[in-house]
């Protein structure tokens, strides 16, 4: 059964630390896999996208590794800053013949000061 | 600003009412989407439109009617809604329908069915 899960659920960093959030899916045959930030009540933005030989990308301070033979992302996000208080969605695409992509639940970072 | 706009940001409703939600894409792009969101849960696709056909309904209940007048125009109606249905639909757009594509999402429209 194609899945995306995401963990943790939910996370709670001070100003200026790091962090990773992670992505396993099951999904196959891999097309892509993109990490989205939603702000609440906003669509999600895209940060990043990764295709099978890619195993890492940067977009300023967010870094996602993508590791295709054990099926995991991960999300690292480096000197957090309040505006990251956001919810981390990764979402992975397949080819079946048609346009598939499965969105993981989301990671809801909360950045204090 | 996404160019995707959607309208109106908040909508309550009761269930015998038939209201509509409506997104504009400004990006040229040739395919449109309808999301779910609901607390806590995966956003789930509801419709997709490629070149205004409609190219999946994820066994989306037929109180939900999509309509894509042209590729840059997206509707929802919506007639008998039940109170779960409340959640945040959000409207996404496209270049092209293959997986290489990046989705930008408009900001959502929150719906409450009371």
Redesign the interface.
């Given at each position: 059964k194609n899945q995306?899960e995401q963990s943790p659920q939910s996370l709670i960093i001070l100003e200026g630390k790091n962090c990773t959030l992670q992505c396993n899916y099951t999904v196959s045959p891999f097309?892509?896999l993109?990490w989205y930030k939603q702000d609440t009540?906003?669509?999600?933005?895209?940060l990043t996208?990764m295709?099978f030989s890619e195993n890492t990308k940067s977009n300023g301070r967010y870094t996602a590794t993508l590791d295709a033979d054990t099926k995991q992302s991960s999300l690292h996000i480096t000197a957090s800053q309040l505006s990251d208080s956001a919810s981390y969605?990764c979402v992975v695409?397949?080819?079946t013949g048609?346009?598939?992509?499965?969105?993981?639940?989301?990671t809801r970072l909360f950045v204090k000061a | 600003e996404t160019g995707v706009t959607q309208t109106p940001r908040h909508l309550v409703m009761g269930m015998t009412n038939k209201k509509s939600l409506k997104c504009e894409q400004h990006l040229g792009h040739n395919a449109m989407y309808w999301y779910k969101q609901s607390a806590k849960k995966p956003l789930e696709l509801m419709f997709v439109y490629n070149f205004k056909e409609q190219t999946e309904n994820n066994s989306v209940p037929s109180r939900f009617s999509p309509e894509c007048p042209n590729s840059s125009h997206l509707f929802l109606h919506l007639h008998t809604l039940q109170p779960e249905d409340s959640a945040l639909y959000l409207c996404a757009s496209s270049q092209g329908q293959g997986t290489g594509n990046t989705i930008y999402f408009g900001e959502g429209s929150w719906l409450t069915v009371v």
């Open positions: 995306v097309s892509n993109r009540g906003r669509g999600p933005v895209s996208i295709t969605i695409s397949f080819n048609g346009f598939k992509t499965i969105f993981g639940a989301g | -």
